[in-house]
């Protein structure tokens, strides 16, 4: 069982930077693929960055790669997603999720945080 906590979110302007923390409990959280996924109003659930159990493996979505680096730290069970150069289109709400694929698939992320709002406004 994992229970994940996310963090961070909030109201910025264009180009602004945030850095999203989500925190696990469990004592296996280096076992589990962490991804990051968001959701707009009136739009599916997108996926946005994932990380590899040891940290050494990285991936995103071509929309946000060069701008959000996602990153973990094992000793603390938590992973972060910092965003720079933020635009209004990465306004949606921001969720942390735990697997044991490399996916990119949402419906392979067994575990799920409650949510951080991030709006961009323009």
């Known amino acids: 069982q994992v229970s994940l906590v996310e963090s961070g979110g909030g109201l910025v302007q264009a180009g602004a930077s945030l850095r999203l923390s989500c925190a696990a409990s469990g004592r296996t959280f280096s076992n589990y693929v962490m991804g990051w996924f968001r959701q707009a109003p009136g739009k599916e659930r997108e996926f946005v960055a994932r990380i590899s159990g040891s940290g050494y493996t990285t991936d995103y979505a071509d929309s946000v790669k060069g701008r959000f680096t996602i990153s973990r730290d094992n000793a603390k069970n938590t992973v972060y997603l910092q965003m720079n150069s933020l635009k209004p289109e990465d306004t949606a709400v921001y969720y942390c999720?735990?697997?044991?694929?490399?996916?990119?698939?949402?419906?392979?992320?067994?575990?799920w945080g409650q949510g951080t709002q991030v709006t961009v406004s323009s």
């Open positions: 999720a735990a697997s044991q694929s490399w996916t990119t698939g949402g419906n392979m992320y067994r575990y």
